[in-house]
RNA sequence: GCCGGCGUGGCGAAAUGGUAAACGCACCAGACUUAAAAUCUGUUGAGGUAAUUCUCUUGUCGGUUCGAGUCCGACCGCCGGCACCA
């Protein structure tokens, strides 16, 4: 590691003993609310970071780019007057701690407390500016009472529908609901479901976590079991409504809202030999349209209806679809399949008699499970058409066939059976391929051919999924798509065969997990009832247990400690523990007070930290990756507005501003892995360069949303910025020692274009810090040193303005300069930059003289012109008229106009 | 397939609709040195020219404008997310 490579400036020397100083100092201590020392004046700032999981690989180098960037911020709204909250904790629970505790047969916490050691001493050799007071772990018994605790508010609570809150359960039971209402409504509650059962991990994932265990090379597959969820669909309205406020990517909003996954359309039922089926459709107004009806394989109807010709059939798709992996049959490349039931279903617009199918691009969880197909105008429903040779009948066309006469409310409803005899009902469930049932001579039909681009006669080419207008739609007819949609609704409603409905992709949170190495449920299983425990037996602790691992029995691990599920002679512990998300859900809330044993956040620190702002978002600032974009920033929104229900915080969201950085690549370009061997360390970044360089690196590499590739000459480059930062002040004798620069002066500066440059630096840095452009804040800095290197005196007063502006970016360099000029130069303030106050610019200071104005002769730069910076309009564009080049370029031409920016240029337009 | 994001020197990048390439890397040259490293100074988009100059240049094509890397439209390429959601 070590290199003969001569150090810039001794940063091995004065690196690990400023940081040593903030440790025993607790410089970056915080108080809050209750605090002997805290000072309520002033204003608030939470400034957050995505804690890690402590994994045993250490921090790699992305993890101090997002943290240093809000390090910067703590560190900049602190010398701007700010109170500000900027802690660290660990994510500690999780799958790959107990993966590897039984690998090597160590107990998790054992190996977990050795790696949250180990990430510790990383973060602090980088000098961030933590309150390592606040620390968090999501393992500490005392916070793990607390998660708990949240659980326990879910469990006692329901959800709304007038208010759209939650609600205690106390309520229903005062208007009482029987205990088996209650339970079906709470919002932690029990299922008995198919769910993604993976063997070899021993335990059930969330449909959010499949694709990184996937990805990890672990099988799921689906199996039905008896699982804690969460009732997260209730608040999918308000997840997706109170994005809008915040301050998030544009981007990370939509990917919410796609994942949320909200679609306006209607309920139809439909009679299919005497039973009721009910499909979801998006597209109501093509009712008309629909020629047959496909059924999920799991549908429950599907053995009722199946007719005894097809049960064979039937039953053979169905086991072969049971045995299907999600993968298998969410993959797009294959064939539709699907067998018919021999049943059929009444269309109720029309009578139409339709066949119903079964097939696996149906699926359970979405809708009802079944839905009414129209081929003409859905891209699957014509794929699967087209196979096995089902009618297709266009109803919707690009333009209006006639002219329509202008809807009236008042208009009425036509009868559910129609005037006109039902047309004629097709015996064969398969028709002759590419059928179109219209084409029947009414004078505003259409052939589906119109609506496509295929030739006419030979069918339709592909599904015309636009809006448009209806056709061979009955009282449709002339609509287009949105009034069509509409009336089909209130018809539905009206005639009582269906009814609006509002459907959302989201799942409920499927929150129990098979492993050990998580929150216990505090919840105890008695005569087949859930109940919870006293809130006075939290936390409740995992059972010591030699042996963790997975049993494949679906129960957990925890079954085997019998003595410890034996909460009384006639009620066990429920053996499922929490997932990984439980702790990450709620930490922001813990920093506010993080040693409060009475509440999970005193209403004081929760008003102050969380509340200061009056914007809906709890917490000012979270820098963290994207991958975290639909799991943990949706998981705690909804816990955050639970809590919210409930009366224990006064904000709506937890997060007000969200950053994304970009990954960081390595040198080659690819993603950092192991097995690449690009993998940079930050352990050897610092040994080589120290935490400023390192810090100072990231920062300077480009936006911090920009995924960008890792060079270590550019490490070498802001070293080297660095090592001038530092020479500027001392320099170096024969035997290697700094003393004080010669260059040094502490009279004023005069010398007005070295002022200028300071102010600018001064008022870029401020406002680049508020942009998080912390590239462009840095070049900035790199001109006025460049400019002090130059200059032939370097006053003071420059000097410390630079230290003060970089402050935040390379603590420990300037630290260590301004404390080693505070022995010379009394004058200087005194105590630690961080806790000196930001410098102002001097708007006066950066007033120029002289301006030079760029002559363009049609757009095109001709000349370059130097004036008095109080210089009238009229006198630059006659000295630009006057211009040699200006004359040659103009020659015999007329001047057309004469565009002029002040203090800018003056554009010449000749014709 | 759908939804986002991004395309600027050899490289990382910068640029309220107004001088494209600031700052850094790399390269080259000079100063210091016996020499090297370090440091300091300077050169470097491409093409033409004797030239202080000219022409071209922000993925491609078109448009708006006195003026477009920036705004609008179409296309091409790369990256990320979702994926039979009716």
New binding site residues.
Partial sequence: MSSD??K?FPFDVFEPRWQQRWDSEKTFRTPGPGDADFDASKPKYFVLDMFPYPSGAGLHVGHPEGYTATDIIARAKRMQGHNVLHPMGWDAFGLPAEQYAIKTGQHPRVTTEANIENFRRQLKAIGFSYDWDREVNTTDPGYVRWTQWIFLQLYHSYFCEETKKARPVSDLEAKGWTRGQIDAVRLAFVHEAPVNWSPDLGTVLA??EI?EWKAKGHTVERRPLRQWMLRITSYAERLIDELEPLDW???IK??QK??I?K?E?AEVDFDVQGQKVT?????PDTLFGATYM?L?PEHSLVAQITTPEQKAAVESYVTACASKS?MD????N?D??GVFTGAYAINPVNQEKIPVWI????????????????PAH????F??AQKFSLPIKAVVQKTVARPVPALSEQEPLPDPLPSSPPPKLQANPSPPANQVSSNQGSANEVSASQCSENKAGTGLATAFCEQGFAVNSGFLDGLPTAEAKAKMIDWLEANQLGKRRI???LRDWLFSRQRYWGEPFPIIWENGNHAAIPDSELPLLQPELEDFKPTGDPRGPLIKATDWIAYSPTAQRETNTMPQWAGSCWYYLRYCDPKNSDRFISKEAEAYWLGGSGKPGAVDLYVGG??H??LHLLYARFWHKVLFDLGHLTTTEPFQKLVNQ??ILGED?Q?MSKSVGNVVNPDDVISEYGADSLRLYEM????L?????W?M??V??????L??VW?SAFEENQAGAWSLHPKLSDAPCTDKALRRVVHQTIKKVTEDIGEL?F??A???M??L??AL??SATVPLECLHALLLCLNPFAPHLTEEINARLQENFPTLPSGQLCSQTWPQWEESALVVDEM?I?I?V?????D?LTFPSAATDEEIKTAAMASA?VQ??VGTGTI??L?S?PK??V?I?VK
Avoid: C, H
């Fill in positions: 490579r001569r810039p449909n959010e694709e990517p544009e981007g939509l990917l796609n994942w996954g679609s359309g499909v979801f459709t998006t597209r496909v999920a999600d049959r969410g993959d797009l294959k539709k399949s097939a696996d691009y149906v699926m359970m969880g979405y809708g009802t499970g079944a839905i009414m197909a129209v859905d891209e699957r429903d794929e699967f459907q959302f992709k994207t991958e974009a639909v970009g990954l370009g993603k300077f590499m480009g936006p949303e920009q995924v960008k590739p060079s000459k550019g070498e480059g802001v070293s080297r910025f090592g001038r020479r452009s590239n462009t840095i070049s900035q790199m001109v040193t460049n290197t130059a030079e760029v363009q049609n757009g095109k730069l001709r370059k080049r040659e370029f057309v106009k565009i920016v800018k240029l554009n337009v």
